[in-house]
Structures are given as C-alpha cells and as structure tokens.
C-alpha cells in the first residue's frame, strides 16, 4: 500500500510505541495513586509533560492533556465559554474541523451568541470581516493554523494581534492539529490563549492529545470528576499515551526542518506530475501559504468517490473531505466555504504526505493516479 | 469475473457475495448510502440502516472482500422518495421499493459498474437469470414463498446481462444455513419489511411531513357522488382500503377510486371494488420481446398470478380482482419467466 492520507493519521514513528510499552505494561499505576507503581507512572506523566511543554515554548503546567483534537477543541471552546466570564459569544471560521464547528452549532443552540465568517477563493479569512464579528459579547475566536482539508495556512500572528487590539479580553484558540510536523509551534510568537495538538498526526499514538492552556486563562472543565489535570481534565491519566505523545513531538520537532524540505520536494513532485498530465486539473489551493504536505486537487469530470475507491483498489489510500458514520463520502464543507459547487467538491480528492514518505512510492502512486484519471474520463 | 456485490446487510446480500467468492470471482462489496433524514439522521428501519451497513461491512471482512459504502443520497431522494410522494399525492399507489430497485440499484449501479472495474452486478434477490445462447431471462426463486422476481420485472435484456443473483437457486432456509455454515454475523437476521425511508412510523405520517402542501380537504363521496364525509387529504388512502375512512355506516365500506383533481375519495361496497383490466404505462420486455396474448399477470409482490389476456397496453382479466391501484407495478409471466413488467396507469371496471 501507498500510504497517501497521513493528514487523517499517520504511523507511529520508531520508538514511540517502545517508549509507550512499559506504561502498558509494568508501570500500569493509577498516576493519583500513593505506592510505588503509581508513583512510577505520576513521575513518567510528569516528565512526559514537561518535554511536551518545552516543544511548544509553554509551560508544564499550561498543557492539559487529552484524548486528542476532539476533545481539545471541545474544551477550548465550551471551557472558555462557560467560564465564570460574562462573555458568552463565539467567533469561527467557516473551514474549520467539525469539532468546532459542532461546538459551535452546539453553543448555538443552547442560546450563545456564535458567528461564522467565511473564506475567499483561496481559504484566506478576511481579517476585516472577521474583526467585524467580534465584539463585547465575544468570550473566544477560534482559528485553524492549517486547513486539514486543504493545507491553507492562516495569517495567525497577524489575526491574533488584530483581535488581541480590537478586544483585548477576547480569547484566541488555534487547532494547531495539521501543523506540527511542518510549522515550528510556538505559543508566545503565535499569541494564542489556547491551542489544540493530538499526536498521531504525526507519529504518536491515537487517542493521545493536549490542549494548551496559557497562564490564567478562565476555563471550565467539561468533563468533571477526580480534579485531574489541575481540575481542567478529570479522569485517570493515559500515562503510555502522554510518553508517546512527548516521545512523538520531540522527534517530530527535530524532523521538521528534513520535513519540510524532503516531504515537501515529494508533494510538489507529485502535484507537478499531475499537472502536467491534464490540461483541466485544478489545485484547489494553488496561489497562497500552503503546508508542504497536503494536496487538494480536482479532476473535472470524475467523481472522487469512484477515483478514491479505484486507488484503493490499485493501492493507494487518499481520502475526500470527509465520511459519515457509515463510511459514505460527503461533500466537503471546507471546498464549498471556498466558492466551489457540490459538484465541484465531489470531484476533489486530497492527497497528504508524512514522515515516512518516499520519492519512490509517489512516483508510483502519482502514475497509477494519472492511468486512473484518463480511464475514468 | 469480476463481481460487484451490492451488500443491504442482510442474510441474503451477505450470502450472495460469499457464494461468488466461492466460485472463484473477484468480489467487492458495496453499500448504498440512499437515505438521511432533513437533519441528516440515518433511518433506523427498512433495509439501510447504520447498524446494516456495519453488519455487511462485518461480513465483507469476513469474507476477505474490499468494502465501500457509495453516497446514492440524491439518486434516491430524486428517483425513489420524491416519486413515492408525486405518487401519493396524485392518488396512486407507488412501491417504493421496486423504484429504488430499478431507478437506484440496478439502473444507477449498473451505469457505474466500468467506472468500478467490474464486470457484474450481484445482489441478493430470490430469482435466477438464465442465458439461452439468444437472449437472457428473468425467472421466479427456487423458494416460491420468497421469490422477488416481481420487483425486479422491471429490468431489461442488457441489464440482465449484467446482474447475477446467486442465491435465486436457494430455498430461505438453505440459504440461513450457508450462512451459519460460514459463521456469518447476519445467518439469523429477521428481514426488513418497513420502507427504509419511513421508519417504523405509518407512511402517512411521513407524506403529512414531508408534503404537507398535499393536505387539501375534499368529501369522500358514495359511487353515486353523494357526500359521505370530509376528509383531510388524499395522501391518507389508497385504494382497497378498509380502515381509518371515518365514516360510520352499517355495511363495510371500501376506498374504490381516488380522484386527485378534486381531492375526492370515492367509496364503495366491496364488490365495487373489482376491476375487470388495467392500462399499463412504461412497459419493458423482460424476456427481449413483446408479448401479447394469455399471460400470467402478478400486480402485488407477495399476490398470486392471475391468467390475463395482454392487447397491447391493454390487460384484460379473466376474472375480475380487488384492489388494483393505479402506480403499482404490474409484472407479466408465462409460468416461472417473466415476460414483462409494467406500471398500472389506470383501472377498468
């Protein structure tokens, strides 16, 4: 198989799980415990947290772990919410993840006032438009740093500074979830309050994620129970998962600059082959700040249902937008935000690069793609 | 051959993709994905709900088979449920599922069987098709009780062509047992009898919902016109029925007409409702050619064939029947083959 969808996860990169493993094993204390065994696991959480910490430029106690992207940008946006602030208010972006965007419709309907702005043609938010829907009632704006359909990059510093001068009360989430592999995440450059990352996007393990949480900044919990993670999280700690997630971000991390320059000279490969092969293919998002791993390309005339399912068929695992429950694609929400039409998005398919991609396998995948295309048209 | 299966998460379905795996063939599996509810919800009855998706998926990895789950939302609210409420509201009586048959399983699948790479289209039906070096044809089941050569009199030569129904030569039962036999998950699952898009509420339910435009009072009239009662829609009946007319009179009385121009809802005794032939619209030569003639003609999916004389789009009974509704399907034999099917475009007395 070649392996074409790592902005939906990635294999675990070597050593993760070998650091996991005694977590899962021997050292299985409950981390709140008292005996020798729990204090083994409390001591690996611990440090565990901090190297995570010290890959982001925030501190130990600022992080709070989770069980991924879901369940951080649930609690940036309903802990920022119904925190004690009267602020109620949230602002998004219409190409974010559904886990945002169903918060948001969630806090919607409970009553809260909630905005959505929307893209231009390239993915950009309009910085203008988008400080028009702040105002005094705003408690938080939440924005991706990189598009997990599409690879658009958002002007975030530039955002957040603006949002930051127009209400200075607000709060800035990011779901930084696409971008660690390839963009250096820093909170204070950044200028975040909040900001989501889940590991096995880039070689940790699923279901082990955190959500940044600066010095300060008012949240209630959404799950409450034992008061752990400083009663920001409650529930028994996923030690094994926090040592991969830290053994994950540190490898990433030292990766990042062969990353960019390797998986990305493959990406542009790829996109150049195909590019040349058909007159009427279109980049989705050709012009702009793209990450060097994705790839959103459109071929009139073929519905990406049918290309994803002959690519499986031939090897290749890509995806589309995203699936329902029963595994049926749909239509992209992001690619519409973005002005193209229904049919337009059923033509689009997304390619995505990662740690472990080669050269080789995309010069394959990239002439079974093109057989396939001029077959189906 | 390459085969693909289209898999409801039923016993049936199930079978047939383990039997052409059995025979050697390439096989893939697949589930449509026809219907959500306006909020997006997954129907919970019928033949395609979530949980029978993950059932066929389930099964395809049993069998070792490629699985995917094809979006057919908008071919079946256009072509199926639409049609299902026109239907209604112009006072007919539609089968849905025989439309998502025709317009969604085999028309809209078998369009796409080449963009699949595949050579057939296998599905799960209780009928048999057989090549006799000229033409292909249609035939009833093995296990008569359970034999859907009805829903599908609809098909033509090239689509036979292209579809396989290998459990058609299996009785229920052997069927049930192939799948114990193989430990598959569906071996005792019941059948689905509700229309998938409806759930478990009444169909009339769902037309109030969906074409509340279509409520329009009219009188429910005696067969000599004189008002009986009002009614608050002709979506509520169909013709045959007994039940639920709101009116109270001492012999049973029957819906025998609908008349959508004016929402009028014609009862009758029981004997008016005997229909001595029917027009067909749409008809499609099963068999290859048209007939005309004696035939065996079936106008219910579980009714018994009755002898019939075809002239044209013309069919005369040779004995009169009951409830005969114009917008069902009319399917035409000679003895197990089917010759034709057809819709009922109106009724004679």
Redesign the interface.
């Known amino acids: 198989m070649i392996y074409l969808d790592h902005a939906a996860t990635t294999p675990m990169r070597p050593g993760v799980w070998d650091a996991m493993r005694p977590y899962a094993d021997d050292v299985f204390g409950n981390s709140s415990g008292i005996h020798e065994v729990s204090r083994r696991a409390k001591n690996a959480l611990e440090e565990a947290r901090e190297r995570i910490a010290g890959t982001i430029g925030a501190k130990q106690g600022d992080i709070v772990l989770t069980s991924g992207g879901t369940e951080s940008d649930n609690l940036a946006l309903k802990g920022a919410v119904f925190s004690q602030s009267p602020r109620r208010g949230v602002v998004t972006v219409a190409t974010e993840h559904e886990a945002v965007l169903e918060t948001v419709d969630f806090l919607r309907r409970f009553g809260l006032p909630t905005a959505i702005v929307g893209v231009d043609h390239q993915g950009a938010v309009d910085p203008e438009s988008l400080l028009n829907a702040v105002d005094a009632n705003t408690a938080l704006v939440s924005i991706m740093t990189i598009n997990n359909e599409t690879g658009v990059i958002q002007d975030l510093p530039t955002i957040v500074e603006a949002v930051k001068r127009h209400e200075p009360e607000v709060l800035v989430h990011t779901d930084a979830v696409q971008a660690f592999s390839t963009e250096p995440i820093d909170v204070d450059a950044l200028g975040v309050d909040l900001l989501t990352i889940t590991g096995h996007k880039f070689g940790g393990s699923k279901g082990a994620g955190l959500l940044y949480v600066r010095e300060g900044t008012p949240l209630e919990p959404v799950l409450h129970g034992g008061g752990q993670e400083l009663g920001r999280r409650s529930g028994t700690h996923d030690v094994a998962g926090a040592v991969g997630l830290a053994a994950a971000m540190e490898t990433a991390a030292a990766d990042r600059a062969r990353f960019r320059a390797e998986i990305g000279e493959i990406r542009n490969e790829f996109e150049k082959r195909i590019v040349a092969a058909f007159a009427d293919v279109v980049v989705n998002t050709p012009d702009r700040a793209r990450s060097p791993q994705h790839l959103n390309v459109r071929f009139p005339g073929v519905?990406n249902?049918?290309l994803l399912?002959?690519l499986?068929?031939a090897g290749v695992a890509a995806s589309a937008g995203s699936a329902?429950?029963?595994?049926?694609?749909?239509v992209s929400h992001v690619l519409e935000a973005m002005g193209l039409t229904p049919d337009q998005a059923r033509e689009s398919v997304r390619f995505s690069f990662g740690w472990n991609s080669s050269a080789d396998e995309a010069l394959e995948a990239s002439d079974i793609l093109i057989g396939l295309v001029e077959e189906?048209r | 051959m390459r085969a693909l299966v289209a898999m409801s998460g039923g016993v049936d379905s199930s079978v047939a993709a383990a039997l052409m795996r059995e025979a050697g063939h390439e096989v893939?599996g697949v589930?449509l994905?026809l219907w959500?509810g306006p909020n997006?919800e997954?129907p919970t009855a019928g033949c395609c709900t979530?949980s029978d998706?993950?059932d066929a998926?389930r099964v395809a990895a049993q069998l070792d088979i490629?699985y995917?789950?094809?979006?057919y939302?908008d071919e079946f609210r256009d072509g199926v449920v639409d049609r299902f409420v026109e239907g209604y509201v112009s006072g007919r009586t539609p089968n849905p599922c025989i439309e998502c048959n025709r317009m969604v399983k085999f028309d809209r699948l078998l369009g796409?069987l080449d963009?699949?790479?595949s050579d057939v289209l296998v599905t799960g039906h209780h009928a048999r098709v057989r090549f006799d070096g000229g033409s292909w044809s249609l035939h009833r089941g093995a296990d008569g009780a359970k034999d859907q050569s009805y829903v599908l009199s609809m098909l033509t030569q090239s689509e036979l062509a292209r579809t396989r129904f290998p459990v058609g030569d299996l009785t229920k039962a052997a069927v049930r047992a192939k799948a114990a036999a193989l430990g598959l998950r569906t071996a005792a699952k019941p059948e689905s009898m509700d229309i998938c898009f409806v759930g478990h509420r009444d169909y009339r339910g769902f037309l109030r919902d969906v074409a509340p435009e279509a409520l329009t009072p009219g009188p429910l009239v005696d067969a000599e016109g004189e008002e009986m009662g009002r009614h608050e829609g002709i979506i509520g009946f169909t013709v045959g029925q007994r039940r639920g007319l709101g009116v109270a009179v001492g012999e049973p009385r029957f819906v025998i007409r609908i008349e959508p121009a004016t929402s009028t809802v014609v009862l009758g005794r029981r004997h008016q409702l005997a229909v001595h032939g029917v027009h067909l619209a749409e008809i499609t030569w099963t068999a290859g050619a048209p007939v005309s003639g004696k035939v065996m003609a079936q106008y219910r999916a579980h009714g018994d064939p009755v002898p019939a004389a075809l002239h044209d789009e013309r069919l005369l009974f040779s004995e009169p029947q009951e409830a005969v509704a114009p917008g069902q399907t009319m399917a035409l034999y000679d003895a197990d083959r089917v010759l034709g099917g057809a819709l009922i475009a109106r009724t004679f007395a």
């Open positions: 519905r249902e049918t399912l002959r499986d068929r329902c429950q029963s595994g049926a694609s749909e189906l | 893939v589930t994905k959500s997006g997954a979530v998706a993950e998926r490629p995917y789950v094809l979006d939302t796409r963009e699949f790479d």
